[in-house]
Structures are given as C-alpha cells and as structure tokens.
C-alpha cells in the first residue's frame, strides 16, 4: 500500500501541488495491465530522477461527458481507481474535472497551462492510443515533439497482449459481460472487484440455510448473470463465498442483485462496506421448479466455489489506502 496517497483536484491550491512530478496519465478504467506499464514507465522515470510519480486522470469519465444517455459499465469507479493507483506505489493521483470547459481546452493549452504551469510536470508516460485535448487533437507523438522544448521526457508505452490479443478497458468488459472471469483476471492482473454497501433484503436466503449479504450494484454493471466463488474484503479481513448476481428467476425476476453467501461465517453484515472481488464463474443464472432443487443446486455451487477458491488462496486486488 502507499501511505499518504494524495488526491489532488482542481480546487487543490497551486503551492500545495508537488513540482517536478513524473505523470503517469490515462483514464486508468479498471487499471488493467495495459495501464500498469504506464504506470511502471513513470515510476522508473521519477525513481531514476528521483521526483515523486503521480498519475493524472479525469472524472467523471469523458464518455460518460460525451454521450450522457448512454449506459456506462465502469470498470471502475472514481473510488475504486483510486483505491487500485494507491496500489501501485504511485504518491497520488491528480483528478481533472472532465466538464465542458476541459472538453473545450486544446491540446496545446492542457499541455502547457495544466501539466507545465500548474502541476510543473517534468516527465509524462502515456500508452500508446492516450488522446486529449479538444477534439482528441492531443496525441503521444505530439507529447514526444513538443517534449524537447519544453525541456521534459516522454515515454509512450506499447500495447500490452496477452495471447496475442491487446488488453483493454473494452475488452475486460466483454470478458465480464460473457462470464470469462479467468480472461478479465489476466487483463487486469488480478481480479475485479466491486464495493457496496450490504442491505437488507428479502431474507429468503436466511429459511433456506444460505443466508446471504446483499448488494446492489451500479445499475449499469454489466457482469453475466450467473453464480460466483468471490472472495470478500472487510477491511483487511478476507472471506470466502459464493455469490448470484441476476434477478432471481425463481422467485421475482426483480432488479439484479448481489446476493453473497459467505462461508463459515457468523455475523451482522447490515450496514458493512464489502469488496467483492469475482474469481471464477460457477453456472449462469438458472429458473428451478422448486426450492428443494434450488438448494441441491446451491450445495453443488458452494462446493465448486469452495474448491475455485482453494485454487486461487492469494487471489485479491492490490488496493492502497487514499489519503
């Protein structure tokens, strides 16, 4: 973890911003492994010269600025990014507003007004598709021209592939949405999560003798529906359990919910903030006919989890503390 993470925003006065910093900068959605090497080419450019690293991103996302209307399934939210860069080892983070002003500003004026006049940057690392500016002018070539008047050092990173296929923001999310766990896993260098806070719900967990924490996740997640070996977070504590994530066929076909049973274990969760962090798919969400089915089938998933999850016995994201 990275002690004194410091988030630094647009109201953040100028003399409480450190000068000289290296910056890593993207989006960071998910912080995949694509991300990572841009974050490592920072850290070894700030530990070369040696200067503080901090990464630079935008909130809320550009295309969620863009296309307003448009359903946005979020690797990450702005917490959970922050969470995973403290992770890193970086020293903080600098969140640009992305409103219409800085969709606005061009690409030129980012350059020299946000990262030379006010953050007093002297290196950036950028992957090699990172746009900015107004109209996505704003290239890594650009960075590389512009780099030797401006008297500081560019690093563009490659994409990074895994099976010949290039990690992706928009790749893990397909990988989600289809269930491939395994695939977003080895994308993002450990496993997605998600945080919530644990509601009360229906309770029929608890008369079937698999009572359940439940959560409701953002509403335009898009994970398969289906049952999961997760292992949960509370605070530094780690749990094991199987989880549904659906609508419940057998009951209501409600609104979709993480419904998790946590194995072993005894307790009130109402009211508790968990990381859930997804291992491995089990099954896609089924109807059944009755309940005895329902729980012959729940011992069958609890068991499959339970062996997926002895398989993977350190498997949790690397998340730092936010300062």
């Known amino acids: 973890m990275a002690p ?143 780099a030797p008047r401006l008297g500081i050092e560019v690093d563009v990173q490659p994409h990074v592939d895994i099976d010949e296929r290039p990690v992706s923001s928009s790749a893990i999310r397909m990988a989600l949405a289809e269930g491939q766990i395994e695939d977003a896993t080895a994308m993002l260098g450990g496993p997605w999560f998600v945080t919530g806070l644990v509601i009360h719900g229906e309770k029929r967990g608890r008369d079937l003798g698999y009572p359940t924490a439940n959560i409701r996740l953002d509403k335009n997640c898009g994970l398969k529906h289906g049952i999961y070996a997760v292992r949960v977070g509370r605070g530094l504590e780690r749990l094991d359990g199987v989880a549904s994530f659906g609508r419940r066929p057998t009951f209501d076909n409600g609104a979709p919910l993480l419904e998790i049973f946590l194995f072993d274990f005894k307790g009130d969760l109402y009211g508790t903030t968990l990381d859930i962090a997804f291992i491995g798919l089990i099954r896609e969400e089924l109807r059944f006919d009755s309940v005895e089915k329902l729980v012959r089938q729940m011992d069958e998933d609890s068991a499959r989890a339970r062996a997926a999850l002895a398989a993977a016995p350190d498997a949790f994201p690397k998340l730092g503390v936010v300062g």
């Open 4 to 146: 004194g993470f410091t988030v630094i925003r647009d109201t953040t006065p100028a003399a409480a911003i450190p000068k000289g910093s290296v910056v890593a900068m993207g989006n960071f959605d998910g912080v995949h492994l694509g991300h990572r090497a841009v974050i490592a080419a920072a850290l070894q450019m700030a530990r070369t010269h040696r200067r503080p690293a901090l990464a630079v991103t935008f909130e809320p996302h550009p295309r969620s600025f863009f296309s307003p209307n448009s359903p946005q399934f979020r690797l990450s939210d702005e917490t959970a990014k922050l969470r995973l860069l403290a992770g890193t080892g970086l020293a903080g983070a600098v969140v640009m507003t992305f409103d219409k002003k800085r969709a606005g500003t061009t690409a030129q004026d980012f350059i020299h007004h946000d990262l030379i006049e006010r953050l007093g940057v002297s290196g950036i690392a950028v992957g090699y598709d990172f746009h900015f500016g107004k109209g996505r002018v704003g290239s890594p070539s650009l960075l590389v021209n512009e």
